[in-house]
């Protein structure tokens, strides 16, 4: 896998000072600014990681768009593609996680899954090779939505006081015990779901990019060394092709357990879980 500019300019500039090899860093992460503006009061800036988001997400639009453009009985290789992909969110998961009720979150469940997927492949396409889910403010707000979605659900199938009630008083527990355990579904209900469920992306996405940097980074400083350290280059230049494929697993495992585990939470919302 080809280093990105940034780690590349590292090594050179590691070997042109003497210093060795230099470890990435952080700065991938925070990209300077390309542009920005105010709105209402509120100052946004456009960045690399900004573009990148906003080329995956047409990118997978139009492929969308694509599939369903001239459908045919006998679908063909690209129609089988998109289709195969939304039966396995709407038959694998909007029926079997969120329940017989399931059906009418397919397109909201799959929407969810092809963005975070187009996103997520970002980071082994050659000039991005870095994923907009690897910056933690990305995640947050997908699993904000999620959250918000989700209580909302809760609140039309079951009522207010249903509810609440279930989540904050679990039948057949002990008067005495809701002190200790009221408290802890209050955490995992309102701030321990939506928290890991964006960590969990975020961390798996950050840390698949910055192995692929090490050994890619690693690859290219080797090949440069005059000393017995060149024999290692092919080494690390092999583990950057293994972790490529292994990330190309990541990518896509990761955005189905985003999209399942929304299924999941959807499902206790429409029917009471305790």
Known sequence: MTPSALALDGVLAAEGSGDGFQAPGLGEFYPEVIASFSLLGIDFEITRITLILWVATLAMIAFLVATVRNPQIVP?????????????????????????????????????????????????IPFAQISPMSK?????????????????????????????????????????????????????NFIVRPFTLAV?????????????????????????????????????????????FFELLVIFLQAYVFTVLMGTYLNGSIEAEH
């Not at 029926?95 to 397919?106: E, I, Q």
């Not at 092809?114 to 492949?121: C, V």
């Not at 279930?166 to 200790?180: A, C, E, R, S």
């Not at 975020?202 to 060394?225: E, I, K, P, T, W």
């Open 76 to 124: 063909g290789k690209l129609q089988f593609v998109g289709e195969s992909g939304y039966s396995l969110v709407r038959d694998g998961i909007a029926r079997d996680v969120v329940g017989p009720r399931g059906l009418p979150f397919a397109p909201f469940l799959a929407s969810l899954f092809f963005f975070i997927l187009a996103n997520n492949l970002m980071a082994i």
């Open 136 to 188: 933690f403010a990305f995640p947050l707000v997908l699993a904000a939505i999620c959250w918000v979605l989700y209580i909302y659900i809760g609140i039309r199938e079951q009522g207010v006081g249903k509810y609440f009630k279930d989540i904050l008083f679990l039948p057949g527990v002990p008067k005495p015990m809701y002190i200790l355990v009221t408290p802890i579904e209050i955490l995992q």
């Open 200 to 244: 969990r992306l975020f961390a798996n996405m950050f840390a698949g990019h910055m192995l692929l940097v090490v050994f890619s980074l690693g690859a290219v400083y080797l090949f440069s060394r005059d000393n017995f350290s060149i024999v290692f280059g092919p080494v690390s230049a092999l583990m950057a092709i293994v972790m490529t």
